[in-house]
């Protein structure tokens, strides 16, 4: 059986992309969250990410390394169109890194002025990185509107990390702090909507082969199980808001996934939109054979790495379990 490599990794690519919204996408939430905490409350929630955060960005390496190696064309494209807020995300990311460090260490006025960079770092990151969305389901087409709808991206997937990060501190933390990412996730829950219905609906008005592949039929109804999903699992993380610990976490990722999925449909086959197939982008075949087989080695190492953290840190966070 004669493998189609391209679409090997886009599907790669796309798992990569997925996970690191998600897992790193809680963290950066909880960094953003920070600053609506009091001051002992900030060691509960560095320490609810304190095992993991690290390893969540792997996933954005892995996505980026996919791009790179399989579509060199649309690489470049790409990261040329998104130079600056790619600069910044990893600004922020930078940040976030050394302030997660350095706060540990820190006494006093010290440690809060560590702990407003992490914030300032994990929201410059997410920011960015909505941004970035905005601009590429609308094909990097100039124009203040344009720009204008990615700032609103921007903003609205900031409100999604904080839905994922306020549902991760409802499974990890208690009490009075439990109490607060509960009101947060129904904002987040808010922003969320927000974003969700921009992207839905920029993506037809940017490309007639997106309209096409949604509002036609029979396909319309075809796909018109994909949003009552993602509207039934909205419904469902309020209701288990206050009566779960975790079910407000996986009814978040739940929305994620299902609208990446109806991203990944009105996107595909292009990995830039109505511009550059994922055909005409792939790297020559050898090269895309040899990659793939050293990625079928690493990726099951990575998963069942990741697996095995989330397994033993399990359980509720304290703070004096990511204390030096």
């Known amino acids: 059986m004669t493998i189609d490599l391209p679409l090997a990794f886009t599907l790669l690519m796309g798992l990569a992309i997925l996970l690191y919204v998600l897992l790193d996408g809680y963290d950066?939430?909880?960094?953003?969250?920070?600053?609506?905490?009091?001051?002992?409350?900030?060691?509960?929630?560095?320490?609810?990410?304190?095992?993991?955060?690290?390893?969540?960005?792997?996933?954005?390496?892995?996505?980026?390394?996919?791009?790179?190696?399989?579509?060199?064309?649309?690489?470049?494209?790409?990261?040329?169109?998104?130079?600056?807020?790619?600069?910044?995300?990893?600004?922020?990311?930078?940040?976030?890194?050394?302030?997660?460090?350095?706060?540990?260490?820190?006494?006093?006025?010290?440690?809060?002025?560590?702990?407003?960079?992490?914030?300032?770092?994990?929201?410059?990151?997410?920011?960015s990185q909505g941004l970035m969305l905005g601009r590429y389901v609308t094909g990097f087409a100039p124009g203040f509107g344009e720009w204008l709808f990615a700032l609103l991206v921007g903003a609205s997937l900031c409100g999604g990390y904080v839905l994922l990060g306020a549902t991760w501190l409802v499974l990890k933390t208690e009490?009075?702090?439990?109490?607060?990412?509960?009101?947060?996730?129904?904002?987040?829950l808010a922003w969320v909507a927000l974003g969700v219905a921009l992207v839905s609906l920029a993506t037809p008005l940017a490309s007639e082969t997106v309209r096409e592949k949604w509002?036609?039929?029979?396909?319309?109804?075809?796909?018109?199980?994909?949003?009552?999903?993602?509207?039934?699992?909205?419904?469902?993380?309020?209701?288990?808001?206050?009566?779960?610990?975790?079910?407000?976490?996986a009814y978040a990722a739940a929305i994620f996934a299902l609208a990446f999925a109806g991203l990944a449909y009105s996107l595909f086959p292009y990995v830039v939109l109505d511009r550059l197939t994922i055909w005409q982008a792939a790297a020559p075949a050898k090269g895309l054979a040899f990659v793939l087989a050293g990625a079928l080695v690493t990726l099951p190492f990575i998963l069942g790495w990741t697996i095995y953290v989330y397994r033993v840190f399990r359980g509720k966070a304290r703070p004096e379990a990511y204390e030096d």
């Open 175 to 188: 009490g009075a702090l439990q109490k607060k990412a509960l009101a947060w996730s129904r904002w987040g």
């Open 215 to 249: 509002f036609t039929l029979p396909r319309f109804l075809v796909l018109s199980p994909l949003p009552l999903a993602t509207l039934g699992c909205g419904i469902l993380l309020w209701r288990s808001l206050g009566k779960s610990d975790w079910k407000p976490f």
């Open 28 to 127: 950066l939430g909880v960094g953003m969250l920070i600053a609506g905490a009091e001051r002992d409350e900030h060691d509960v929630m560095v320490a609810s990410i304190g095992p993991f955060w690290d390893a969540n960005e792997t996933w954005l390496v892995l996505g980026i390394g996919v791009l790179l190696t399989a579509f060199p064309v649309a690489h470049g494209l790409i990261l040329g169109e998104l130079y600056l807020p790619v600069a910044a995300m990893l600004v922020g990311l930078m940040f976030r890194g050394v302030a997660f460090e350095l706060r540990l260490k820190a006494r006093g006025w010290q440690r809060e002025l560590w702990n407003w960079l992490f914030w300032a770092g994990s929201f410059l990151a997410a920011f």
